[in-house]
């Protein structure tokens, strides 16, 4: 089974950026759709972007629409999401995930369809 570690989290100020980073070992993403999430303290684990295995057709939360952008780079096994105009509400632990079938056709935020989870990264955003 794939092993994913994210990377990229820490502490930033309003209005600053972080890019995440997703590298998978032990398998491949090439075919699976790929998805962050994010789960702060005290709240349940929501979905924040995926993409798709071609990197055709992303989908994102409304909440960080138009400030988020996921990308993938499957020549290096990896999954990105950049984060600009942070706000405190993100403050969060970032989860990567891979998608339980491959070649799916839409970027699904459901986190049953995700199979492989990593451990996370905490971003925290100060005001």
């Known amino acids: 089974q794939v092993q994913l570690a994210e990377s990229g989290g820490g502490l930033v100020q309003a209005g600053g950026s972080l890019r995440l980073s997703c590298l998978a070992s032990?398998?491949?993403?090439?075919?699976?759709?790929m998805g962050w999430f994010r789960q702060a303290p005290g709240k349940e684990r929501e979905f924040v972007a995926a993409?798709?295995?071609?990197?055709?057709?992303?989908s994102y939360a409304d909440s960080v629409k138009g400030r988020f952008t996921i990308s993938r780079d499957n020549a290096k096994n990896t999954v990105y999401l950049q984060m600009n105009s942070l706000k405190s509400e993100d403050t969060a632990v970032y989860y990567c995930?891979?998608?339980?079938?491959?070649?799916?056709?839409?970027?699904?935020?459901?986190?049953?369809?995700?199979?492989?989870w990593g451990q996370g990264t905490q971003v925290t955003v100060s005001s």
């Open positions: 995930a891979q998608a339980r079938f491959a070649f799916t056709a839409q970027p699904r935020g459901d986190p049953d369809r995700y199979g492989s």
């Open positions: 032990g398998g491949t993403i090439t075919m699976y759709t």
């Open positions: 993409i798709t295995w071609s990197g055709g057709t992303t």
